[in-house]
Each structure stands twice: as C-alpha cells, then as structure tokens.
C-alpha cells in the first residue's frame, strides 16, 4: 500500500488502533507487523503512524493517543493544536509509567488477548450453530456477520 500511494504522491496514515488485539500471535509470513517495522523507521515525510490506548488497553477514557511522523510540516502544523488536545501531565505520568513497565505489559497483553479469543470463539460458534455466515477474524474486537438471510426481501430499504 505505502509503495503503491508513493506511486502517485499519495500520503499514507496508517492506524494500528487495534496492534495489540491480534488473537493468535504467529511468525507465519502473513502475520501484523508494524509499519515502523516494515519500513525500518524510514517513514519519510509521506508515511504517518497512529496509535492509542482505547481498543488495546481498553482505555478510552485516557483519551491518549499518539501521532509519529517524520514529516516536519505536520509536526508543526500540529504544534498549534497542543493547547486544546494536549494530554494533561499527570495523565502521561500514568501512560509513561504503564509502557515501561514490560513484565506488566506482557501479561497484560496475554491476559486481554487469552479473554479476546474466549469471547471470539463464543460468538462464532453461536454464529455457527445459528448457520449465520460471518467473516473470519484474526484481531480486533469485531466480528463482521452477514444477516441478509434474516431479511424478508433483499433490499437496502
């Protein structure tokens, strides 16, 4: 996608929300990567990463989020936004705290991840045993289930 959107001068946000939702984490070829990775941290100035805490840590109320670009006109066409977006001090202090400290995270992250798949594989063999068709997921909290069979006519009305 990246070289594709360089192609045609196209700048490319990408949004890795739900990075950490990935229910069975593998070194199989296809497996979530970040960009920062896949690009080696070589972003550019058309290359912008977008990250927060709300889907993985289930903590939306943080209202923490993150933007890492090395493009410097959007740094500091930013800048000016600080004021009314700012994440408040004692709110990073949290945040700073809870990213450094690895032997939380880890089994936080199996914990979330070890419950995400429970609940996965109750809804879908629900679905299953309904004979709702649904699309296979493999992150995220979001199960993409195919109800026109329950409809009276096919219709968008």
């Known amino acids: ?49 977008l990250w927060g805490l709300s889907k ?12 890492y670009t090395h ?27 809870i990213l450094v400290d690895d032997d939380f995270l880890d089994i936080f992250i199996e914990d979330s991840r070890k419950q995400l798949v429970t609940s996965y594989n109750i809804c879908t063999k629900k679905l299953e045993e309904m004979v709702v068709p649904f699309v296979p997921a493999e992150a995220g909290i979001f199960v993409y289930i195919d109800f026109s069979s329950l409809l009276p006519e096919p219709t968008f009305e």
């Open 56 to 67: 993985d840590f289930g903590a939306s109320g943080f209202r923490f989020a993150m933007l």
């Open 71 to 97: 493009n410097m006109q959007l740094l500091q066409a930013l800048a000016n936004l600080n004021i009314f977006s700012g994440v408040p001090n004692p709110m990073q202090m949290i945040v700073s705290e």
């Open 1 to 49: 996608a990246v070289a594709w959107a360089r192609t045609r001068s196209i700048h490319t946000v990408v949004d890795e929300i739900f990075a950490l939702s990935v229910h069975k984490p593998t070194n199989r070829p296809d497996h979530f990567e970040s960009i920062i990775r896949v690009l080696d941290n070589q972003l550019g100035n058309d290359v912008h990463f």
